[in-house]
């Protein structure tokens, strides 16, 4: 190839540079699906729709689509999936990944596939594309190495977050409760306090069963004295008033 001739391949190339930027956010295509990935690159349209939100252990559905706009050929082309472990750690959740097949103009080759969020990803995914492929335009034979391309997309509730603000509702309104009878927080500290004063009551109340149990006693020992010091008063008056009387 002479000079001008790779000169004007150069330029063509750097002239389709701009159509490699990706649209995103684009029209919901249906009920709890969005459009995360929209561009076309030279000779190729891909669209990449996916599953709005989620939770943690539920499902992703997406969707995939490569469209030729000229007579193309694809060496390699993936698409993987990730997400973040505890927001951060990245994971791979799904892989989809083919090679060696033409994408002539007006061919549209789909991908979907649904799959399960691990327990402890949450926050938003992650996608890549990446593939290497040779197009037709014009009178020229391009080739494009890899190009890889990367978009957030499916949002994972922070079910874990939403569990501890539940429980520091829950703890706000147990202090609120626990200041209004005992004029405490709900510490560590002030728990401790009470605690020992529960335990000084119990000691209390053990201490003063024990001392009615005496009382009890003594109750029931003064009755039965009662009873014994009558019988005997009663039996001594009847042998009095039974002595025979003595004549002299």
Same mark, same amino acid.
């Given at each position: 190839?002479?000079?001008?001739? /790779?000169? +004007?391949? $150069?330029?063509?190339?750097?002239? &389709?540079?701009?159509? &490699? ?7 919901? !295509?249906?009920?709890?699906?969005? @459009? ?15 599953? @709005?939100?989620? +939770? !943690? ?11 030729? &706009? ?14 973040? $472990? ?5 994971? &791979?959740? +799904? ?49 494009? !190495? ?5 978009? @957030?997309? @499916? ?10 603000? /539940? +429980? $520091? ?73 039974? /002595? ?5």
């Amino acid at each position: 190839m002479t000079k001008l001739g /790779k000169l +004007r391949t $150069l330029i063509i190339i750097f002239t &389709l540079i701009p159509a &490699l930027v990706c649209i995103t956010k684009a029209q919901e !295509p249906a009920e709890n699906m969005e @459009t995360f990935f929209d561009s076309e690159i030279p000779g190729i349209k891909i669209q990449v729709n996916a599953t @709005t939100e989620t +939770r !943690p252990t539920e499902n992703i559905t997406v969707m995939l689509s490569l469209e030729g &706009l000229t007579n193309v050929y694809v060496e390699d082309f993936n698409l993987s999936i990730l997400g973040f $472990l505890c927001g951060k750690n990245e994971v &791979l959740m +799904r892989n989809v990944t083919e090679s060696d097949f033409p994408l002539d103009n007006a061919l549209i080759r789909e991908y979907n596939c649904t799959f399960n969020v691990p327990q402890e990803v949450w926050d938003v995914t992650y996608g890549e594309v990446s593939l290497t492929y040779s197009a037709k335009i014009g009178n020229l034979d391009l080739k494009f !190495p890899q190009l890889t391309f990367g978009f @957030t997309m @499916t949002y994972v509730e922070n079910v874990y977050l939403m569990d501890v603000e /539940k +429980r $520091l509702e829950t703890y706000e309104h147990l202090n609120q409760s626990f200041w209004e009878c005992f004029q405490m927080n709900f510490s560590a500290e002030d728990l401790a306090r009470l605690n020992q004063t529960y335990w000084e009551l119990q000691q209390n109340y053990t201490s003063s069963q024990g001392s009615l149990s005496e009382l009890e006693n003594t109750r029931h020992a003064v009755i039965i004295l009662a009873i014994t010091t009558v019988f005997f008063v009663a039996t001594t008056i009847y042998m009095v008033m039974r /002595k025979p009387k003595q004549y002299w």
